[in-house]
């Protein structure tokens, strides 16, 4: 379990690694990071927002109680494989993926027998990205999902779970790799795909005027990161096309109420819509 | 021209006949509604978003000087051509429809010549109706577009830019019923259809725990009023048609690149939206 003078290391200081650095920091817990970028590491330790910083110093490795990697998925994979001959007996490892398909099985198939990685994801973010923009309060209004599988502890699962409650996650929950894969490929994986779509559709930069929210909404998260999200989409690639088959599906659905006429099957079709979307409502 | 004595006859006081009212009163102009719902007459007395309300009154439509119709599009279309017999001579009438295929021309070919019908429309709306929602302030940051005709004066198109004006609207534009269609079938009507598929692709209720804000925002407007959209829906059915069409090739593009492993194409279609979407950001 996390005690007063656990040490945490954040490997890559980005939105989510900034944000775990200063909620943690905030608690009263050292936090180490190492980050590639010399210019975060500055910035992090001007704000306060970490104990110690560096581009690589093996020591922190060697005194982490726990390791979090905010690195891309299948870097994380490169650096705990590549690293973990450093990682302190009994340290506990986790990660901030989006996708787990490619990642956890990888991890826990060649990490030590005396480390534990047990993977989770805070669902968090902004549409910007960098230390810069860490904020510990984007996790106050998230979900926090842990992924026990057959090689984790009950007591990982509890440390994860007193982790999530210290970051001031609003919400904990555990859930299967293949659960969460499938979940996230639907909330947050297919909903980028119809973003990114319905901006690429035409060119409608003409049509900046005229949009109202609805448009705007829709398109928020069109503003991606090339490299994060095609990595993202392809470790969820059977996942997301599934689901952008149903979706097309779904869309040709109401085109063919359109044009067969059918009033009553178009009505029906926002009925649902809408008795569905309301339970979603915060 | 708009004058200190204008008075004004708004016809069906929902959420924009009401918030319409509201503005205008505000700025000291006389307002009347003929409204079907008694309760919501009531209300907006009470409320002083009206000066006089009816459920009919001959007397409110001879005594008008403009005659704004916030009735659906095809109702709009039946109540100018069942009342305009008591239309005072001189009388400007507009309509706050979403669509204008179906509602302009009819109407100008069958309107007296001694008044005058001059499209508009006001880009402003909420997730809820009806008059208890009237809120002018929601014009503040909305577009006001109006769609003269050749059957139209310039002095009807300078009196509803006044109109606009009055109502504090961030922005004025003209346009012609082919090019308002066409854009509003792509910005509004389009996003309708997406996020009513999205909300209807699976029984997601389940999610509900798991989504996060890109979800949220997606599917904030498949809550949607099955009697009005379905008319928008239908009259503007042959551009709509045209635009699920090119949204869904754009949908298959983006699953080509994923089933073709081709990492580069799925990063363009990254960058493109991206650098598209950052002209829309206010």
Do not use: C
């Amino acid at each position: 379990m996390i005690q007063e003078n656990t040490r945490f290391l954040i490997v890559g200081l980005g939105l989510i690694g900034g944000s775990y650095a200063m909620g943690l920091k905030k608690n009263g817990y050292h936090v180490d990071a190492i980050e590639i970028n010399q210019l975060s590491i500055d910035y992090a330790i001007k704000h306060n927002i970490i104990d110690r910083g560096s581009t690589f110093d093996i020591d922190y490795i060697k005194e982490a109680d726990i390791i979090i990697s905010g690195l891309y998925p299948n870097m994380t994979v490169d650096w705990i494989t590549t690293y973990q001959k450093y990682f302190k007996p009994g340290a506990l490892i986790t990660d901030v993926s989006s996708v787990k398909t490619g990642v956890v099985e990888p991890i826990q198939k060649i990490i030590r027998r005396d480390v534990e990685f047990i993977s989770s994801h805070p669902m968090a973010g902004k549409e910007v990205s960098g230390v810069k923009f860490a904020d510990d309060s984007i996790f106050h209004i998230a979900n926090f999902i842990i992924l026990p599988t057959e090689s984790n502890t009950k007591e990982a699962v509890a440390t994860m779970r007193q982790f999530a409650e210290i970051l001031g996650f609003s919400n904990i929950s555990e859930l299967t790799v293949a659960q969460h894969d499938e979940m996230i490929g639907f909330v947050s994986h297919l909903t980028h795909a119809i973003a990114v779509s319905l901006m690429n559709t035409n060119d409608n930069t003409h049509l900046v005027e005229y949009t109202g929210d609805s448009f705007r909404d829709l398109t928020r998260i069109a503003k991606i990161n090339e490299n994060l999200w095609s990595e993202v989409f392809f470790l969820n690639k059977e996942n997301l096309i599934r689901e952008i088959d149903d979706f097309i599906q779904e869309v040709n659905h109401l085109k063919a109420t359109l044009e067969q006429d059918d009033v009553e099957g178009l009505k029906e079709l926002f009925i649902q819509s809408t008795a569905r979307r309301k339970l979603f409502d915060r």
